[in-house]
Structure formats: structure tokens, C-alpha cells
């Protein structure tokens, strides 16, 4: 019964601090104009659906300057990791564009969102995505809520136009503070060593 409470009191706490996190961001970007929010809205090919990223408004992207890895999939599909941010918060993550580099419309597999039934049932998402710490011997897995929700993109469209994008990113717990480098896996990309900011 004890470690069911415990259990239950770190996911309140967590979303708590996620709902925070949130709360922040949505007022420090709440000054732009209604041109600069449509604008940024169309650069951003997430699409309204989508729910909890910090990428559906263009000023909470990260430094897209910065390229960690770019990986090729199939079919002209193409992932960009951008930032892999340690957070105060105890978690780590990772954001950054799938690009359809190629000529038609790139259908996102089922994949994607894993094989958790739970998971999977919360619509089309990222949650896949795993981080693997080799020093430590560790796998991390994309963190839920308190309703089981992924802590990433999710709701996006079945589709990415050819030329089109779409932002995403992923919430891990972090490694520990000496783990710097940790391999990103995704269902149809290589591996790739990612430098944790």
C-alpha cells in the first residue's frame, strides 16, 4: 500500500511541476501580437491538434542554429535533433523537426508511438523514442502523466506534406549529472550519440 502512495505522490508531483513549467512558458510568450502568433503558426508545421509542445508556437523552439544529429530514414524522411536540455526539474529533453525531404506524402507509422497499449491509445506521438545511457547501462523511456499521457508531441496529423515538417519534442528523466552524451533511438532511424545540454 506504501509504494502505491509513494507512487501516486511523485506522478502528482511531476505533472504538477510539468502544469508549472506550462504555466510559465504561456506568459512569458503571451505578449506577441495576434500577426506574429499567425506567422509563427505557419512556420511551425505542428498543427493546432497537437498537445503540450513547447514547439507550437515559434519562440519556445530551441536554437535551431544548433544540429546534434540529423538522421536519415526512409522514404525521404528525415529527423534533426536541435537540443537535448537537462532541466532543474530532474528531466532531459530532446527537440527538434521530422523533415520529408522528399517528393510525396510521407505517411508517419504507427510505430512511432510505441507498442504500450496505454500509451498508444492517446492518439498519434512521439513515444517511441528512447534515450540509452551505455555507461550506466540505462534505458530511458518518454515520461507519462498521471493519466498515462505522453510527455511529448502528440495529435499530429497521419501525414507530412512533401517539403513540410514537423516539430517535436520528448521528456526523459535525466542520467545521472555525469552522463553527458547519451544514443537517441526512434522506430526507422539509426542510433545517434546526442550531447545533453
Excluded at 515538417?165 to 521528456?171: I, K, W
Amino acid at each position: 500500500m506504501n509504494v502505491r502512495y509513494a507512487g501516486a505522490v511523485r506522478r502528482a508531483g511531476m505533472a504538477a511541476l510539468l502544469a508549472t513549467t506550462l504555466m510559465f512558458t504561456a506568459a512569458a510568450c503571451g505578449g506577441e501580437g495576434g500577426a506574429d502568433r499567425e506567422a509563427n503558426s505557419k512556420e511551425s508545421s505542428a498543427p493546432a491538434g497537437s498537445t503540450g509542445s513547447p514547439t507550437n508556437d515559434g519562440k519556445t523552439l530551441p536554437d535551431t542554429s544548433k544540429v546534434l544529429a540529423t538522421l536519415k530514414g526512409d522514404r525521404g524522411i528525415e529527423m534533426v535533433i536541435h537540443e537535448a536540455k537537462r532541466d532543474s526539474g530532474g528531466f532531459v529533453t530532446v527537440s527538434g523537426k521530422l523533415n520529408n525531404t522528399g517528393g510525396s506524402l510521407y505517411t508517419t507509422p504507427v510505430q512511432w508511438s510505441g507498442q504500450e497499449t496505454a500509451v498508444a491509445g492517446t492518439g498519434r506521438s512521439v513515444a517511441a523514442m528512447t534515450l540509452v545511457d551505455s555507461k550506466e547501462k540505462k534505458r530511458y523511456y518518454v515520461l507519462r502523466d498521471t493519466d498515462n499521457r505522453p510527455l511529448t508531441t502528440s495529435g499530429y496529423e497521419p501525414s507530412i506534406a512533401a517539403g513540410q515538417s514537423l516539430t517535436f519534442f520528448a521528456q526523459f528523466p535525466a542520467p545521472p549529472a555525469s552522463t553527458t552524451t547519451v544514443d537517441l533511438q526512434f522506430p526507422g532511424f539509426p542510433n545517434a550519440p546526442i550531447e545533453i545540454s
